[in-house]
């Protein structure tokens, strides 16, 4: 009686373990990145990469730029990328726009290069993924592109160029604004357009007191470097307007 006992429980236990198994192997499964995307986010080691070029096309009149990113550099990008989330797939023509790209490329060791392109969606390769945290760190995108950006402009031989457009702010950040294009002026950027700018590498070095639904007019090299959402290259000033629209 008590054998027929014992075994009647290890026979449930081997079920229960079972169950537990199965359930736990079901759940690895769903967590697993099912992109098939050239690169796995999370696990990307900077120690296999040998270097990472940064290259492009500007929504303005300077054309091409590139640069080679530093070994702090590159490790910093990295650190961004492993924070990346990607969704499904989405259809190449409705992730690219008409204006400026900015590409990385990434040239790892004993391996095939693999070119990313952040934007709202993000590009690996010659496919394009939902960005599903965006919202989370675009802001990051664009303080490390703009600081790049910065870079490469001192490495040109180009006479830098001031336009400037007037905006609405919509959302102050630690390190960026959100704004919205009211005037453009001669700069390129289209009316209404929403987009981060970023705030800790204004060369004025003077920042004014910002909140949102100020109106405010930003001066840069009239280099826009990102489709969607826009960025701009490098920012000279940022100055508070009056109710009147004038400084």
Known sequence: M????CKKTVSKLKLILSFI???????????KNTTNSAIEFGTID?????KIELSGTTG????????????????????????????DEVD????????AVTYYKLYFQGKDVVTLCPGNYFGVDEKYY???????????FVTFNSKQGAVADLNSSQEKEQVYFDATVLEVKKKSIKVKCSESFDSGIPV??????TTNRVESGELPDLNAGD??????????KESYPLQLGNVFAIYLLDENGNL
């Open 2 to 5: 008590f054998k027929t006992e």
């Open 92 to 99: 190449k023509n409705q992730a690219l726009s008409s204006g």
């Open 192 to 197: 209404d357009e929403e987009f981060s700018v």
């Open 21 to 31: 198994f199965i359930m736990m192997t079901l759940l690895s499964g769903c967590q």
């Open 46 to 50: 900077v120690s296999e990469i040998d």
């Open 60 to 87: 303005g009149k300077d054309g091409n730029f590139s640069y080679t990113l530093s070994d702090q550099e590159k490790k910093e990008f990295v650190h961004l990328l492993n924070q990346v989330e990607l969704g």
């Open 215 to 224: 109106h405010i007019r930003i001066v840069f090299d009239g280099i826009i």
């Open 130 to 140: 939902k960005f599903v945290n965006f919202d989370e760190l675009w802001d990051e």
